[in-house]
């Protein structure tokens, strides 16, 4: 007998980098400094999607926890700027048609974690 074991999940880490945060962007930054971040973010959330082979779904939930490599907590969802840029990662690899919130109406942010790496992980819940 067959055991229905819910929807199909996915959770992608990129690690390498402490995320990006809000109060970031509103200090220190210049045009070409989040240009670089928001790109480096981007392709590797888009490579890490492609390489797990994750489908196309039509809609999706997001959970999202930041690794810190230190003990220099911050704000739940203070890393919103490397999650957008993760999301976008997400819709140039095909897992939704785009961003909007047709195709990801809810997105969670859960409290840091803390790792020697830093990162950010995204669980990506199908809603087909």
């Known amino acids: 007998m067959a055991v229905d074991t819910g929807p199909v999940t996915y959770e992608l880490t990129v690690t390498g980098r402490r995320p990006w945060t809000v109060n970031q962007e509103r200090k220190k930054s210049s045009h070409y400094v989040r240009a670089e971040i928001t790109r480096w973010w981007r392709e590797n959330f888009m490579l890490a999607a492609l390489q797990a082979g994750i489908p196309h779904y039509e809609k999706i939930t ?57 990162g950010l992980t995204i669980v990506i819940k199908p809603e087909d």
């Open 62 to 118: 997001l959970e999202v926890t930041p690794i810190l490599p230190d003990r220099k907590m911050q704000d739940t969802g203070a890393c919103y700027p490397t999650a957008k840029a993760a999301i976008d990662g997400l819709v140039d690899a095909g897992v939704v048609d785009d961003d909007a919130p047709k195709y990801v109406p809810t997105i969670v942010f859960n409290s840091p974690v803390v790792s020697n790496a830093g």
